[in-house]
């Protein structure tokens, strides 16, 4: 049981250019979020998911895209790159069926990008 | 959308001290986490707590929806307890779940 896999660990981009960040959990967990966490600040919610099929913004989507074909993959993609997506970016699940106390969030271990 | 406060922002201290962090919130939640955030950016979860108390050995949390915030209680602070912690809520109208700005405690030997 792997729990929330980011990958990858590290990027640098060119301002322009694209790039797409993975995360796949094995939890069977339904709902799954991307966060942004730009240096010594808290996390920002760029989207989440429901459930496979089903997206939706959050606090910071500008810039960004999802896709959930399945329940395991919430794939996050920027295009355009440019200097202020510079940050780490952490991807989480959690399990939202009962009893509550499955109701947390699991962090995978973060991308952290620059755009140069 | 909800509003989430945290304070201090800062909070420095000596090992075996004692701390309280608190987390205001604008509206009702159905979800609210406390989670440690170690030096190295790993992200744990302490808590789920959207009203009541639970405690988990030297830590303990409290909850008082009706009037909005929440407490998280460190007692004999060790040097590894140091990092940012951050309360994370979910309005009751959305499945959103937002982010304080944190507390950074740095415990001294």
């Known amino acids: 049981n792997a729990g929330v896999t980011q990958t990858p660990k590290f990027r640098i981009l060119k301002i322009g250019q694209s790039m797409t960040l993975q995360c796949t959990q094995d939890?069977?967990?339904?709902?799954m979020y991307w966060y942004r966490q730009d240096p010594g600040m808290g996390l920002k919610l760029i989207y989440y998911?429901?459930?496979?099929?089903?997206?939706d913004k959050g606090e910071v989507p500008n810039g960004y895209n999802v896709s959930r074909s399945t329940t395991e993959d919430f794939p996050l993609r920027l295009e355009l790159a440019a200097p202020s997506q510079t940050s780490v970016y952490f991807c989480?699940?959690?399990?939202?069926?009962?009893?509550?106390?499955?109701?947390?969030?699991?962090f995978g271990a973060g991308t952290r990008l620059s755009v140069l | 959308g909800i509003q989430v406060e945290q304070s201090p922002p800062d909070l420095i201290l000596q090992e075996g001290a004692n701390s309280t962090l608190r987390c205001n919130f604008s509206?009702?939640?159905?979800?609210l986490q406390w989670f440690h955030q170690n030096p190295w950016g790993q992200l744990i979860n302490l808590f789920y707590i959207p009203s009541g108390t639970k405690q988990n050995g030297r830590l303990s949390a409290t909850t008082v929806a009706t009037e909005r915030y929440s407490l998280l209680y460190i007692s004999s602070s060790q040097t590894t307890d140091s990092g940012v912690y951050f309360c994370?809520?979910?309005?009751?109208?959305?499945?959103?779940?937002?982010f304080g700005s944190g507390t950074r405690l740095s415990i001294r030997p």
């Open positions: 989480a699940s959690i399990d939202r069926g009962p009893p509550l106390a499955k109701n947390i969030q699991y």
């Open positions: 939890m069977n967990h339904n709902y």
């Open positions: 994370a809520v979910e309005g009751s109208s959305a499945s959103k779940i937002i």
């Open positions: 998911s429901v459930g496979a099929g089903i997206t």
């Open positions: 509206d009702s939640v159905n979800n």
